[in-house]
């Protein structure tokens, strides 16, 4: 990944969705069905970047306190929907399996949060990093080319000054 020196921020056209999903390890002897669950999402990512008609847009993996973690965005709720439902697909199997083997063994913990996210009513700001996050699903712009401050970016305010100068 390539860094983009500077001050960046991300931008992308319209409404968007973003969909956080981690799993964590209750009872790390019971490998075959953790790793049963922290194998499927690398498949599904695959299956989601193969087809630019699916509304995925792009997703951020990483390591949080509770575990492995995906930032995911989409284009729409709606598409998010179609995809988690489609027996065709990746997710809907493994989904089934999971509530088969594991759901109420609590050896392993798996959580989501969606939020609905209104055009220009986000911000986010990126300083010597390569295209990560949202600047990755959408474009990656300099932050001369927009509002210098997160509340101007964000809606919050109509007037704003930058507290340091850059």
Known sequence: MSIHPGR?????EG????FLIGMRINRLWKLREWWFVATAMPKMIKEL??????GFLGATQGLWATGPSLV???RS?????????NADAEHLPAWREFNRRIRGSG???????TYRVRAGEYEAIYGNMPRVGLARAGELVPVGST???AALRIGAREVDGA???Y
């Open 15 to 18: 409404d968007f969705v973003i």
């Open 147 to 149: 509002n210098d401050t």
């Open 107 to 113: 050896d392993v913990g798996i959580w989501h949060e």
């Open 72 to 74: 995911q965005y989409w």
């Open 49 to 54: 970047q193969a087809d630019p008609d699916s």
């Open 77 to 85: 709720f709606e598409d998010l929907e179609r995809y988690a439902r």
């Open 163 to 165: 507290p340091v100068a």
């Open 8 to 12: 960046h921020v991300a931008r992308i």
